[in-house]
């Protein structure tokens, strides 16, 4: 109690370095978004305004219409507390007390991670009842075909682009991925996909590489722990996907 502003003061300049240095993949990839109260709100977007229709001279303008799509989303709190006694800070030779709090703002830290690869791992069931990764959705490659390869990345990109939005304006959205999102296991295999000029696995030296440069690679140990194969592709930051 002598020291409570001083020791205040360290322990959150402490915990807010070990949250700024903590090692994260998800905010490479994710949105960062912001809410005000702990009420639940919609994320809403807006469908496509249709094609544009010809007018005749003399003729009028006609009216379009829009749809609209919305996601339910909340604020959470999530905390642990951990005591120490003045005793242990006056006989602090180790730095402990600064190194709890750090440890603190990793913690916090990792937990936003482990949420947002629950995402991923979990698939959950989203608005339309449909799960997240799903064949309706059009975003599911499953079987032999689905392995790490340069024939597995063109087929998930040229199905990113062909994408549809809900009211079928547009027949294909052109996403373009961005990221790829994977294990740590499988990252050598993705660098050297995208790095490589000629494509890795032909006999021909000539041919060159489809996927080369195609996204950004980002790999997590959590995904490891989920699935040694499966992987991921988002779009850019300016397409919805995950929100922090």
Do not use: C
Not at 79 to 87: E, H, N, P, T, Y
Not at 117 to 142: C, E, K, Q, R, W
């Amino acid at each position: 109690s002598d020291f409570a502003n001083i020791l205040a003061n360290v322990a959150n300049k402490s915990m807010l370095k070990g949250y700024e240095e903590s090692p994260e993949t998800f905010d490479v990839w994710t949105s960062v978004g912001n809410l005000s109260d702990f009420k639940t709100v919609s994320r809403v977007d807006l469908g496509l305004l249709p094609s544009l229709a010809k007018v005749d001279g003399g003729a009028e303008n006609t009216y379009a219409t829009m749809s609209d799509r919305g996601v339910s989303v909340m604020l959470a709190t999530y905390g642990k507390l951990f005591s120490i006694s003045r005793q242990a800070v006056i006989n602090d030779d180790l730095n402990a007390f600064t190194k709890v709090p750090s440890k603190m703002g990793i913690a916090a830290k990792r937990t936003i991670g482990n949420l947002v690869y629950a995402i991923l791992t979990g698939n959950p069931t989203m608005a339309d009842s449909v799960a997240l990764f799903h064949a309706t959705h059009g975003n599911l490659l499953t079987g032999g075909s689905s392995a790490l390869s340069a024939a597995s990345l063109d087929t998930g990109r040229s199905t990113m682009a062909k994408q549809k939005d809900p009211d079928n304006i547009k027949q294909g959205l052109n996403i373009i991925p961005a990221y790829w999102i994977g294990p740590v296991g499988l990252l050598g295999t993705a660098k050297q996909l995208f790095a490589s000029q000629t494509e890795p696995g032909q006999s021909n030296p000539g041919v060159g590489n489809r996927v080369q440069g195609m996204a950004t690679p980002v790999a997590d140990a959590r995904l490891d722990a989920a699935s040694a194969t499966a992987w991921y592709l988002a779009g850019g930051q300016q397409y919805d996907t995950i929100e922090v």
